[in-house]
């Protein structure tokens, strides 16, 4: 889940002519008499996987000839294979077929040799269909426009954005009448438990990163017998609502930036917190150009739960700092220019409406206007600007859309008992799953091991030099052998 919900766009992949090599599951061509499994051409950079398209219904829970049609590539073991390992890259849009080179490169090769490793795109993302069509992007316009320094109205400031994105959302949802009410966890779930049957495996070996640990969560709910191991790494708290995911960005991002400052040392804690309060009250010039707290704060926090951009989030930080109260050298601000080009990014795409449909789906409750503003406003004197245009702009993620979109799951009180308990994986100050929230779905399962990253990196496994990450979580995955709960000291990332 990014941190404004509105990115992870799955690009259209090209196909490949070349030849599949035999897979070592044995697919059955009908898994069920709704099923079907056919061969299809997979992508230029999985011309070693062997790659399917699964025909499901597209409505699970209700009579209708429509289908869905899921993408699948399968990497054999390279080994005595011992079943199926497969993943979800989160999003919620995010193209596991998009992500499998990149996934199976960062993988051990004990891992490779064990596993055949099943990647997919849920339906309405990348090579699945159907698809959202219709669905222009979403422009904020400007009638309410946040002063660049002291108070800000945040009512005035939500009811704007909101006026912004209803009509956007509306539309989609009426131009897409046979696929938006079908994109939610609850049809996911039942696809991938189709997968398995298709594909010839007992049990899956599952490995959910951010949203995916919402699929990898709720799939061990409907079919725990079906779970061989569950790996949940950038997770999600499982009674999560519109409401307490808007309102967490009051603290979860100055918990960020408290462990952020940690793992840089020297005085940066306090320039990070000075910088912060100073960007109320002023603006700064940047290699020429002034910079508003509006252009600055969402940056750095849009990209402190990636560790690949800590160096850039630092020296945009530190050239602030001195372009504020010291003297920042033409050098200094040409560096800090360029770090925050490479941090500023747009998503215009029309893929992101997925985003909406699936957590508006999943999500119960719709915080209202005033609830929306009071989120902002909290995030705003706890940390920033940035902090609060996020709790507004996950607030807002479903104006425009019907009751009918949602099919929100019942709030959980018991625990889950697996055969093998999970393990629940997360950064100590991960913006976009926080840590409160990781510790959480921990406590909703027996005996489950908990291991916390002191980092801010979102999704772990497999990107550290790290034998407190990489061992245990090697050895769970491959003999089922549960960890002890702990805490990883912060590492170097691993080059792909």
């Given amino acids: ?223 725990p017998e079906r779970v061989r191991t569950l790996l949940l790494d950038g997770a999600i708290d499982p009674n999560l609502t519109m409401s307490t995911w808007a309102a967490a960005e009051s603290w979860a991002f100055t918990y960020a930036q408290a462990v952020f400052s940690s793992t840089v040392g020297d005085a940066f804690a306090a320039r990070f917190a000075r910088v912060l309060r100073a960007l109320n009250n002023r603006t700064v010039v940047i290699d020429g150009r002034t910079r508003t707290r509006w252009d600055l704060t969402p940056v750095i926090f849009g990209d402190i739960s990636s560790q690949s951009q800590a160096a850039d989030v630092r020296t945009l930080v530190n050239t602030v700092y001195r372009a504020l109260f010291l003297s920042a050298t033409p050098t200094e601000q040409r560096r800090a220019a360029a770090a925050l080009a490479r941090l500023e990014r747009e998503d215009t795409s029309a893929e992101q409406y997925t985003i909406n449909m699936v957590t508006c789906a999943d999500m119960s409750d719709r915080p209202s206007i005033e609830q929306i503003a009071n989120f902002a406003e909290a995030a705003y004197i706890n940390n920033s600007v940035g902090a609060a245009f996020v709790g507004t702009m996950k607030g807002l993620l479903c104006e425009g859309l019907p009751e009918s979109a949602e099919r929100p799951y019942p709030v959980l009180e018991d625990e889950l008992a697996l055969a093998t308990p999970p393990v629940v994986l997360n950064a100590l100050g991960d913006t976009r799953t926080p840590w409160l929230g990781a510790q959480t779905l921990a406590n909703y399962f027996t005996r489950s091991a908990f291991i916390t990253y002191a980092g801010t990196q979102h999704v772990i496994y497999g990107r550290f030099r790290s034998a407190c990450l990489n061992t245990p979580i090697t050895n769970y995955l491959l003999y089922r052998t549960v960890p002890f709960s702990t805490t990883c000291p912060y590492a170097q990332l691993r080059p792909l």
């Fill in 1 to 223: 889940m990014r941190p404004i919900a509105l990115a992870l766009a799955g690009a259209a992949l090209a196909a490949s002519s070349l030849a599949m090599p035999a897979v070592t599951v044995v697919p059955a061509m009908a898994a069920s008499p709704t099923t079907s499994l056919a061969p299809r051409t997979c992508p230029a950079d999985l011309a070693e996987w062997t790659c399917y398209a699964l025909t499901v219904p597209r409505d699970w829970f209700g009579p209708g000839d429509l289908t869905a049609s899921i993408a699948i590539a399968v990497m054999p073991a390279r080994g005595a294979s011992i079943g199926g390992l497969t993943f979800n890259p989160g999003g919620p849009g995010g193209s596991g077929l998009e992500a499998a080179a990149g996934y199976y490169k960062r993988l051990p090769q004990r891992v490779k040799d064990a596993f055949d490793i099943v990647a997919w795109d849920p339906r309405g993302v990348g090579a699945s269909t159907p698809q959202l069509t219709g669905c222009t992007t979403r422009r904020a316009r400007a009638a309410y426009v946040p002063p660049t320094t002291g108070p800000v109205d945040w009512r005035a400031f939500a009811q704007d954005l909101a006026d912004a994105l209803a009509p956007g959302l509306a539309a989609c949802w009426a131009a897409n009448p046979d696929v938006a009410p079908y994109l939610g966890t609850d049809f996911v779930v039942r696809d991938l438990e189709a997968m398995r049957e298709a594909l010839g495996y007992d049990q899956w070996s599952i490995h959910g990163m951010s949203y995916g640990t919402r699929i990898g969560y709720r799939y061990a709910r409907a079919y």
